[in-house]
């Protein structure tokens, strides 16, 4: 299989999002010999990419200078990977995962859980069984 990666907001800053997308394929492109990765990357990010522990990156890599080109090379690839959370360009016309990260830790706390976490606060307002916002009620 042939998996394009957008690497566009793959940034030094970036910290845990970083941390994710170097872990994860220091590991694919050392271990993973069946599939192909065709690596959209931007001036911006070849220093973060040259951080990944082997140069395989480089074998099917794209440079661009916008993220819209990608869609000129969708016939290279067989699924689409946006690891940072951002899915674009779209429409693209092919399967897609897009990492979603952080989610868990406020948003849902309560349904994974059975209760809010002491260190976190969600970022939108929960709601009960009655349609009353955990806002209302404190």
Known sequence: ???GVNCFLLRAHIGGLKQYFLTLFNELLQHDA???YVFF?????????????TERW????IL??????????????DLYFCPFGALYPRPLPLPTVVMLADITGGLLSRFLYGRR???????LPEFDSDGRSSRDTL
């Open 41 to 53: 990357w931007f001036a911006h990010n070849e220093e973060e990419l040259n951080r990944l522990e």
């Open 117 to 123: 976490p002491l260190y976190s606060r969600p970022a």
């Open 58 to 61: 480089k074998v099917n890599a």
């Open 64 to 77: 661009l200078r916008d993220q819209s080109e990608i869609a000129e090379y969708r016939h290279r690839m």
């Open 1 to 3: 299989m042939r998996i």
């Open 34 to 36: 069946e599939n192909e």
